[in-house]
């Protein structure tokens, strides 16, 4: 049965300078929290160098979530996105926006609970977009 993890990957940008046709630039490392059924719930708000810094920040990361806060606030076009922070840095984000500031909350303490309950985050490995 599929369960909540998380992805660690490369980001990698186009460039159509090439004749028209895009050329792949290696980007840095980052990761992202899916949902059982692959829907996108979090995302790193910090890059990484390399995969093992990207892992090791989120093998600190499990250790920081019980004393962590999720925060509601609002972007651009005023809809409502969470941050989860500790002490003063936020360390993950939401991906997708929310209409209601209780939904953005709500979304954020699940993320919260769920990225608690992932083991094996030490045999990610990265995925190349």
Same mark, same amino acid.
């Given at each position: 049965?599929?369960?909540?993890? #998380?992805?660690?990957?490369? =980001?990698? /940008?186009?460039?159509? *300078?090439?004749?028209? @046709?895009? +050329?792949?630039?290696?980007? @840095? ?5 899916? /949902? ?6 979090? =995302? ?5 160098? $390399? ?7 989120? &093998? $600190? &990361?499990? +250790? !920081? &979530?019980?004393? @962590? /806060? !999720? ?9 409502? !996105?969470?941050?989860?922070?500790? %002490? *003063? /840095? ?9 209409? *209601? ?9 699940? #993320? *919260?609970? &769920?990225?608690?309950?992932?083991? %094996? ?9």
């Amino acid at each position: 049965m599929a369960s909540a993890r #998380f992805q660690v990957f490369t =980001r990698c /940008s186009t460039d159509g *300078r090439n004749n028209g @046709s895009a +050329k792949r630039h290696a980007g @840095s490392v980052t990761w992202r929290f899916l /949902s059982a059924n692959n829907r996108s719930i979090g =995302r790193s708000v910090s890059d990484f160098p $390399d995969g093992e810094a990207c892992v090791s920040a989120l &093998l $600190d &990361l499990q +250790k !920081v &979530l019980p004393g @962590s /806060s !999720v925060v509601t606030v609002r972007d651009e076009l005023g809809l409502w !996105v969470w941050r989860l922070r500790v %002490d *003063r /840095s936020d360390v993950a984000m939401s991906t997708r926006c929310y209409q *209601r500031r209780l939904h953005a909350e709500n979304a954020g303490s699940a #993320f *919260r609970d &769920l990225a608690a309950t992932v083991r %094996d985050i030490d045999e990610l490995q990265v995925v190349h977009f």
